[in-house]
């Protein structure tokens, strides 16, 4: 009897992994590592860019590898690209692979809802951040950015990433959340974010529910924060004459199909979903969108001259429209997007067998689109280790010539619905901070921090200024 259980038990365990693992001549090319379980997984997690490059250069634009007994499936180049935006959600499943979010955001709440659910939820958000709205939005980020850098002062070292950092968050929370909370409860909320942020590490990814102090302090802040928006509303409930050009009142007044409104708990998770998400990609780009401008001052002359240009034509007025015209200054940050992207993979679980550059990728795997290896393919962009902004112009428009080719804010039915306002963001930012200040890198240029979940530069990242 226990003879035949220790001779049958790993047998069947084989069994389940050839089956599971083997390769079938139409899928990938497919290297599940040396050890069955762990595969390819230290490689991976040590250096993921550049594991996925080197296996780009080997395979093509689709391969597959096993860590921790899952199957991940890389897509890297723009015909690789077009099947994972442009496919079905039914067929290419979010809320699997981003399991680790829902304790982030709180339950029924975005990868905790069933995918009509989910629609409805990311219609709200779309909602918030419609033209419309944008144009209310402009006036209050560059109050905050001409707030924050009035404290600058004449000359001094920064560490630019945690100096926009603090200022990305101030203008979120002036736009997204509100002026009660900005002017009130901004100390509170940046504590509780703080929190939240802590608690996505990468053990999380693998185990969100894990009784570590950092889970702990997530998931009292996630309540608190709920219950901070919650009496924040229904405070606004009670004064109904009053008039709330902001995300929080966007959300307030929702509706589903079915009639019914958010609760506060879906408020205050979306709420957090909107933050987390625009905080730490904003306040990244904008970083390598300075840092790269000071690496390659070449390009300064241009953008300030069309600084210049815009805010004549505008009326000495930084608003909506003047923003949209800085086409140098807009070429500058989605160049920054390309070479170094904050999300470095894109997930999804596929539900079907999928057609992908003449493989057939098997159900169950998990597809990985990387914007940090596409944008970096010599046969799409030239001399893609250089920063240039001018590829975008025409008539190189070198993110044209392929559909899908840049997918810095994703793409397709993909594409990131907070697009609009993070460009607005960044581009308000070094309009003023561009025209006040002369800034240098103390050091060389930093390098990718790959060790955390949404990639920045290394810190610290000096610089020195001294005003105009």
């Excluded at 009035?150 to 959340?177: F, P, Y």
């Excluded at 509170?188 to 702990?216: C, M, N, W």
């Amino acid at each position: 009897m226990f003879w035949a259980l220790w001779v049958g038990l790993p047998l069947l365990v084989a069994l389940f992994y050839l089956k599971r693992f083997s390769s079938p001549k139409s899928s990938p090319p497919y290297e599940a590592g040396l050890i069955p379980y762990l595969g390819k997984g230290y490689e991976f997690g040590t250096s993921p860019v550049e594991f996925a490059t080197k296996l780009h250069q080997k395979y093509g634009p689709v391969f597959t590898i096993n860590v921790l007994g899952k199957r991940l499936t890389f897509l890297a180049g723009p015909e690789a690209h077009e099947p994972f935006l442009k496919g079905d959600d039914k067929d290419l499943d979010q809320n699997e692979p981003y399991q680790f979010a829902v304790p982030l955001f709180g339950k029924g709440v975005v990868y905790d809802v069933d995918l009509a659910t989910r629609n409805q939820q990311l219609r709200f958000m779309r909602g918030s951040l419609k033209t419309d709205k944008m144009k209310t939005y402009v006036s209050q980020i560059v109050h905050e950015t001409e707030m924050f850098f009035e404290k600058w002062g004449e000359s001094g070292v920064v560490d630019l990433r945690n100096e926009l950092s603090q200022l990305i968050i101030l203008t979120a929370s002036r736009c997204l959340m509100g002026k009660e909370v900005r002017e009130h409860l901004f100390g509170d909320v940046a504590r509780l974010f703080q929190h939240i942020d802590e608690g996505l590490t990468t053990l999380s990814v693998f185990f969100p529910y894990l009784p570590i102090p950092q889970h702990k302090r997530r998931d009292i802040a996630r309540e608190e924060i709920i219950k901070l928006f919650s009496n924040v509303m229904k405070e606004r409930k009670l004064h109904p004459e009053e008039q709330h050009d902001d995300v929080l009142q966007v959300f307030m007044e929702a509706k589903y199909k079915n009639g019914r409104g958010l609760t506060d708990q879906e408020v205050g998770g979306m709420m957090v979903a909107l933050l987390f998400a625009g905080q730490h990609t904003s306040s990244i780009t904008s970083s390598w969108t300075g840092l790269l401008l000071m690496d390659n001052p070449d390009f300064i002359g241009p953008v300030l001259k069309e600084q210049e240009e815009v805010l004549k034509a505008n009326g000495g007025e930084l608003n909506y429209d003047a923003l949209t015209q800085m086409t140098k200054l807009h070429n500058c940050i989605k160049e920054a997007l390309r070479m170094y992207p904050p999300l470095i993979f894109l997930m999804r679980k596929l539900t079907v067998d999928m057609e992908v550059c003449g493989y057939v990728v098997p159900k169950g795997d998990t597809l990985f689109l990387s914007p940090a290896v596409s944008g970096r393919l010599p046969d799409v962009w030239s001399s893609p280790e250089k920063f240039d902004p001018d590829r975008y112009e025409a008539p190189r428009e070198e993110d044209k010539k392929k559909p899908f080719s840049y997918v810095g804010f994703g793409g397709g039915r993909h594409g990131c619905m907070g697009e609009t306002f993070a460009y607005l963001q960044i581009k308000t930012i070094w309009s003023v901070l561009l025209r006040k200040y002369k800034m240098e890198i103390q050091g060389k240029l930093p390098v990718p921090d790959y060790s955390a979940m949404v990639v920045g530069p290394t810190q610290p990242c000096l610089v020195k200024y001294s005003r105009r």
